[in-house]
């Protein structure tokens, strides 16, 4: 039995939720609005401000559904009301991120400065040199985004440089030692 299907969503102030007949779910708040389409094979009701989930059997697939998709819409009304940020920290002598108009411009020890338009949808913010902020309503799109900016360079295990995730520990290596006779 799939317990986290089960918990029922609770909403705020302020945000509605719609399902239409094909299962499209939609929650607008005070920050936006999100649409997601859920499997046919679970029932979404909203009353009194409460949504549920349910599912018609105890298949595999059902209860593989089920969790989901009420996961899904839960962060979609977290989403709406508080909106979601991820934190990125450049670790390297002269790596450095500003914000210029709507592009993220990082100097990252390549040739050449790397330009990164905002996404629509998405925030970034350069509070200081070596920190970025990303910030959007949509979880998946403000965890891709991240995902996206810290491949251009991935913490190193030696001296840990790179772009990592505030509070991401990185594992170190000890790298070579002097030679022993």
Known sequence: MSRIGLKPITLPAGVEVKVDDKNLVSVKGPKGELQEKVSSLLTVENKDGVVTVSRSSDAAEHRAQHGLARTLISNMVKGVTEGYEKKLLLVGVGYKAEKKG????????????????????????????????????????????????????????????????????????????????
């Not at 390549?110 to 905002?118: A, C, K, Q, V």
């Not at 891709?144 to 440089?161: S, T």
């Open 102 to 181: 709507n592009k993220l411009v990082m100097n990252l020890g390549f040739s050449h400065p790397i330009e990164l338009e905002d996404p629509e949808g998405i925030t970034t913010e350069a509070p200081d040199a070596t920190t970025v902020v990303v910030k959007g309503i949509d979880k998946a799109q403000v965890g891709n985004y991240a995902a996206n900016i810290r491949a251009y360079r991935r913490p190193e295990p030696y001296k840990g440089k790179g772009i990592k995730y505030d509070g991401e520990v990185i594992r170190r290596k000890e790298g070579k030692t002097g030679a022993s006779s």
